[in-house]
């Protein structure tokens, strides 16, 4: 099983940051800023894997690159993907994919918080998920550090070097 958490974004003005989480060959994406889809493009991290695209709110900062991403992925993908945001983000998906847009290839599943309590419940697991894997990795890299210290602290002091002048 492969699993890992990867930042998209780190500079307000360029790129609002966003979280993408991999599992096993699918993608889920966390906020989608303006700018995120070109992000993506120039690291060769590919669009067609995401599956699931979950909003903490509802802001410029959050959702302005969706459409977008969403148009791309309708012309080159064939596929599924789950939304998952706050109450407003059905009526915003529905207004720009089938009124605005058209998107005729992806089928789009949105599930908002606060309308049924079980899409709350699953995206606060996967935030759970996501927290307990950046624990445990940051803990496995602390290991490590340790183990490398201790290794070359043994080495430096070890009472069987021999010294010649």
């Known amino acids: 099983m492969e699993v890992y958490i990867q930042m998209i974004g780190w500079h307000k003005l360029a790129i609002p940051p966003s979280l993408r989480l991999f599992v096993n060959g699918e993608f889920t994406l966390f906020n989608c800023g303006e700018n995120n889809q070109r992000f993506l493009n120039e690291h060769k991290m590919h669009i067609c894997k995401i599956k ?3 909003f903490t709110k509802i802001t410029p900062e959050t959702i302005g690159g969706l459409m977008g991403l969403l148009l791309t992925i309708d012309n080159i993908c064939d ?5 998952y945001g706050p109450k407003s983000i059905h009526r915003i998906i529905n207004h720009f994919a089938y009124s605005f847009a058209k998107i005729k290839h992806i089928k789009l599943d ?9 899409v709350g419940v699953v995206v606060v697991v996967i935030v759970v998920v996501v927290v307990i894997v950046v624990v445990i990795v940051v803990v496995v890299v602390i290991v490590i550090v340790v183990v490398v210290v201790v290794v070359v602290v043994m080495v430096v002091v070890s009472p069987n070097r021999h010294r010649s002048f």
């Open 52 to 54: 699931n695209i979950c």
């Open 79 to 83: 596929s599924s993907i789950n939304i």
């Open 110 to 118: 949105v599930h908002e918080f606060g309308s049924d309590s079980s």
